[in-house]
Each structure stands twice: as C-alpha cells, then as structure tokens.
C-alpha cells in the first residue's frame, strides 16, 4: 500500500479541512511539528478511515470528533496493486 492523500475534517485536532498530499515521487516521507499539531492524529486517522478503529478501541468512534465540531470526516486514498482505493469515514 502507497499513501497518496489524506483529508481530514473535525476529526481530533483538524477542525478545519486539511489535505495532506504524499508526494508520489518521494521514497520516503516525514511528518514534524510540535508536540500536540497533530503528527499522532494522522496515524489515527489513516486506521480509523481502513479498519473502523482507533487507539480506543472500536467503540466510542464519536470521542474522535474534535471538540468544537459535530461531525468528522477522513478521506484515505492510497495505491494498492497499482490501482487506487479511497476509505473514507464520517460519523
């Protein structure tokens, strides 16, 4: 699996639209910030948008809205066997 894009929306600390392009070219990626931007929250997002999971467990998914939010989003778009898939998840 090759991460392409992800989108989140009210989802944990982006409670903005934010899209994050993995460039296609790159062999290697890095995520870096401050403590508590959101590095963690990415992972997070790209397990919830493919197994309905989090680091909580599978219940208790609406713990993952951000807290000034009513709704999330995660778009996870990634190549797997060279075609390209979209997990996407609302609540």
């Given at each position: 699996?090759?991460?392409?894009?992800?989108?989140?929306?009210g989802?944990l600390?982006?409670?903005?639209?934010?899209?994050?392009?993995?460039?296609?070219?790159?062999?290697?990626?890095?995520?870096?910030?401050?403590?508590?931007?959101?590095?963690?929250?990415?992972?997070?997002?790209?397990?919830?948008?493919?197994?309905?999971?989090?680091?909580?467990?599978?219940?208790?998914?609406?713990?993952?809205?951000?807290?000034?939010?009513?709704?999330?989003?995660?778009?996870?778009?990634?190549?797997?066997?060279?075609?390209?898939?979209?997990?996407?998840?609302?609540?």
């Open positions: 699996m090759i991460p392409q894009r992800i989108k989140l929306k989802f600390c982006y409670k903005e639209e934010q899209t994050i392009d993995f460039d296609g070219n790159a062999t290697l990626w890095m995520l870096s910030g401050l403590n508590g931007s959101g590095k963690s929250s990415i992972f997070d997002a790209v397990t919830y948008a493919l197994f309905d999971h989090h680091r909580g467990g599978g219940r208790f998914a609406v713990e993952l809205i951000n807290k000034d939010s009513d709704t999330l989003l995660v778009e996870f778009d990634f190549l797997l066997d060279g075609k390209l898939h979209r997990a996407k998840r609302t609540l």
